[in-house]
């Protein structure tokens, strides 16, 4: 395995050598401590993991299908997937039709569909609900996100490298939010750069810095980190040829770019990207199958992407949402927020197969499924097996782990 | 010969007009430099505490919708998505009233109606209905710089609230803690003033205060009317009793003192007054105008410590730079969304707990979406991507008036001069004004039409323009 390399080597910061001068005082500690943030005693290794958010509230039961059970036909007289239909995994379960791409995962061995994941009490509202998965705590209302706390307890507050998370947004994921200032947002390296050379441009009146930590210091030192990704990111995506074709669509080219920064050897550990508008109260059927059909084949061009570009060791996905739907569908031929759901977790490191029972769809709690397995338990096993990091830390507990990940 | 703008007095009327409200516009700077501090600090408070908040036109449809409970899913979903239109223009006439803001008087009420919803966070996706978010945000203009006390009982009965926090349902036989815990942590006494007994007997108080549409509704049949005894005071029963009996904790005063201190002057290292601002919010039975009074005239409110060192919220950044610039031809909706981008979208807080202030609204990119609206203010050609998150197609067609910050008729370098005091509480390096004034003086030459706009714009660039 490679060690830890610093996308900002002392050559690029050379190259900016004018630009860079102004701060100069800020710049050696930050330069240094990019690559120590991660050297010391809490050293993480270079595994990357890439975060896919389904938001809306994801179908499970139309995703996942239990077509041997009747009680799904009898709750769902329109909108069940036929028997005849479904991709057929086990004698029990079966993928929706549109899931077709992911058949080849799963015959490989490299993805995991994990039963009916949730927690206690769920909350059935959206926000609240998202919140909870992206804090990793249902109990209490934090301001740092799980992903966020990981860069809590490894970096150095305002000398950490900011493309340690990358979120393929406008804005950062709030499952990244921290206090040391990691995270980048961006769709597209090109813009990206040509945001910062606008906002972060040549402007002069950078020119003193005492190195102190005033609140003017800190604003010139991010507007630097800001300069630095953007440089780092476009000079190591802009080489990069895909082997594959991704789906011209943007869950497709959010996945093309995160397998392209892994490939450049960015120093990303997080990818965060999301798909939204799984929504759907009404008139489901077409609408899940358009959503389930990007899905599958973004994760599949990524995969096979990534395995011709010789990074597929390095590479754990996994795809939540913040709740599953109720069993019974509506009036409206679509699905109410509901509760437990599964969700998958696909790479070559990842030991695939299906851990869990299908759910039970006669014991439900207020008609929706419950969950068999806390998704702090998924997150626990991710932090400790994939990224070598304490769940302690993140989670404040360490949750009974899952046999996801493939023991080298 | 030294300036206007290098004199203490000029910068102490920049500093309260830039705390008090979003920054002031030149000549408000240069008339507040003839008065003394206090004479200013009477001006900010004079007159009502109240600042109006203008009913809307579709008031009454929305309150009609909340009220009918035969509406079909169709109507409902409908209905969501006709009240996000409504919260969105609610949102959207809030921020150009302070935009618009005659006065520093008017300034300060309005911030301060931002102020206690941050201060009582709520979210549009979960009240849902616009008109419930109107009545609240009629209670904040209301209560601007009114009574706290006034404020936090009615806040126990405010449908978004009660909706927000879960009160709604809450029944005697099974209590929601969710407010009474909010209540304490959040709103009034601090984390640790209180035990998870008061609230369990707090969360029993406000059984029964509930909700009909968009109405507050005492439902006495969910209201356990049994004695409570909450944060040892025994006898209690109903919402307002355990609101009383919140204040008069000495806690909270100091909580709400300490927060508003922070909002005003800053997160600063030294200690602040907090126990003396408090005597005075208490001995005034929670009027916050004596408070305000006491935190503006303060010695340390003017202390280098604190001048100039408040990184602006996005509100504070937006507003004060349409204010100042009165920047013309902004395409409708833009303020709330660059406001999103910067991560404050008024009414979408992260959660219950409002928004963290100082260096949590810095990260690598939220300062380049605050650094694309100075590019927004100076180019005439934006790239595209820039383009789509400000909304505007053709930036070429933005007007600001300069007259808010420079003299038109003085000379290039003393202009320069002028926006850079206007603009920046700490002054950027001399060889900049001075590339800056050559710079003003070519485009002025050519009587270009976007001389101040570049003016403007490179000052915004600058990271001083971030702070306050």
Not at chain 2, 89 to 107: E, K, N, Y
Request: hydrophobic share 40%.
């Amino acid at each position: 395995m490679r060690a830890f390399t610093s996308a900002l080597s002392r050559r690029d910061f050379l190259r900016h050598g004018a630009w860079l001068t102004a701060a100069a005082a800020t710049v050696p500690s930050f330069l240094a401590h990019a690559a120590k943030a991660f050297a010391d005693g809490t050293a993480l290794n270079d595994h990357v993991l890439v975060v896919v958010q389904l938001s809306g509230g994801n179908d499970g039961l139309n995703t996942v299908v239990p077509f041997a059970d009747d009680a799904y036909y009898r709750a769902r007289p329109t909108l069940a997937i036929r028997a005849d239909e479904v991709v057929r995994l086990t004698d029990l379960l079966g993928l929706h039709p549109a899931l077709l791409p992911l058949r080849a995962l799963y015959d490989d061995g490299a993805l995991a569909i994990l039963q009916s994941v949730g927690y206690p009490n769920p909350d059935r509202s959206h926000f609240r609900s998202m919140e909870i998965w992206q804090t990793g705590e249902p109990d209490e209302v934090l301001s740092s996100g799980w992903l966020g706390r990981l860069f809590d307890h490894t970096c150095t507050r305002g000398e950490a490298d900011p493309t340690l998370a990358a979120c393929i947004d406008d804005t950062l994921n709030p499952a990244i939010a921290n206090q040391v200032g990691v995270g980048v947002a961006l769709r597209d390296p090109e813009r990206f750069h040509a945001l910062v050379r606008f906002a972060a441009g040549e402007t002069p009146g950078q020119a003193e810095t005492s190195g102190s930590d005033s609140p003017l210091d800190f604003l010139r030192r991010t507007a630097l980190h800001a300069r630095l990704a953007a440089e780092s990111i476009r000079e190591r995506t802009r080489g990069i040829r895909h082997h594959v074709a991704y789906p011209d669509e943007p869950f497709g080219q959010s996945l093309r770019l995160i397998s392209a920064m892994i490939a450049g050897g960015m120093p990303t550990r997080i990818y965060y990207a999301s798909l939204g508008g799984f929504d759907t109260h009404a008139n489901q059927a077409p609408m899940h199958a358009r959503l389930l059909d990007t899905l599958a084949n973004g994760l599949s061009a990524f995969q096979s992407d990534l395995r011709q570009l010789g990074c597929d060791d390095r590479v754990v996905t996994f795809t939540f949402s913040e709740f599953g739907r109720r069993l019974a569908q509506n009036g409206s031929g679509g699905t109410d927020h509901g509760q437990a759901a599964p969700l998958f977790v696909l790479g070559k490191p990842v030991r695939g197969g299906i851990i869990g029972e299908p759910p039970s769809l006669t014991r439900l709690n207020r008609g929706d499924i419950i969950y068999q397995h806390d998704f702090r338990s998924l997150y626990s096993t991710l932090l400790e097996e994939w990224l070598a990091a304490d769940p302690l830390h993140v989670l404040g507990t360490r949750w009974p782990r899952l046999p996801l990940i493939r023991q080298t | 010969m030294t300036s206007p703008q290098m004199d203490t007095s000029w910068q102490q009327a920049r500093h309260l007009l830039a705390r008090a409200g979003f920054g002031g516009r030149r000549q408000e700077i240069d008339r507040w430099t003839g008065l003394r501090q206090e004479e200013r600090v009477t001006e900010l408070l004079a007159g009502p505490s109240s600042i109006a908040c203008t009913r809307p036109v579709w008031l009454d449809q929305s309150d009609r919708q909340a009220a009918n409970r035969m509406a079909s899913r169709e109507e409902r979903q409908e209905e969501q998505i006709q009240n996000r239109e409504w919260t969105r223009d609610l949102i959207q006439t809030w921020l150009h009233s302070m935009v618009a803001a005659p006065d520093p008087a008017g300034m300060l009420r309005l911030k301060m109606t931002f102020f206690w919803h941050g201060h009582f966070a709520t979210h549009m996706q979960k009240v849902k209905s616009a008109g419930r978010i109107w009545r609240q945000l009629d209670l904040f203009h209301r209560e601007a710089i009114g009574n706290f006390g006034t404020l936090l009982q009615g806040i126990v009965q405010d449908p978004a609230m009660l909706i927000y926090l879960d009160n709604v349902r809450s029944h005697r036989n099974a209590p929601n803690e969710n407010l009474s815990r909010e209540l304490m942590e959040l709103f009034s006494l601090g984390n640790g003033a209180y035990t998870e007994a008061d609230i369990r007997e707090g969360a029993r108080a406000l059984t029964g205060n509930s909700i009909e549409g968009n109405a507050f509704r005492f439902r006495p049949f969910m209201h356990d009317s049994g004695d409570k005894t909450i944060l040892g005071q025994a006898g209690i029963d109903r919402a307002a009793d355990f609101v009383d009996c919140i204040l008069q904790q000495p806690a909270c005063a100091r909580f709400v003192t300490a927060k508003l201190w922070r909002f005003f002057a800053g997160e600063t290292a030294s200690s602040a007054p907090i126990e003396e601002l408090a005597s005075v919010f208490r001995h005034s039975s929670y009027d916050v105008k004596p408070l305000l009074q006491a935190i503006f005239s303060h010695a340390d409110f003017h202390g280098d410590g604190i001048m100039g060192n408040q990184i602006k919220s996005p509100l504070q950044l937006v507003v004060g730079t349409l204010r100042t610039t009165q920047l013309d031809g902004l395409p409708e909706g833009a303020m709330m969304r660059l406001m999103g981008q910067m991560g404050q979208m008024p009414y979408q807080p992260p959660n219950v707990k409002g928004w963290p202030d100082g260096r949590a609204w810095i990260d690598t990119s939220r300062l380049l979406i605050r650094m694309a609206m100075a590019e927004l203010i100076q180019a005439r050609q934006l790239p595209r991507n820039m383009q789509r998150m400000m909304m505007a197609r053709n930036v070429a067609t933005l007007r600001l008036q300069p007259d808010g910050l420079v003299d038109t008729h003085a000379s290039p370098s003393q202009q320069v001069e002028q926006a850079c005091a206007v603009l920046l509480p700490i002054r950027p390096p001399r060889e900049l004004l001075d590339d800056l004034t050559e710079r003003l003086r070519t485009e002025l030459q050519a009587e270009s039409a976007d001389a101040y706009r570049l003016l403007c714009g490179t000052l915004m660039l600058l990271p001083q323009y971030q702070l306050t």
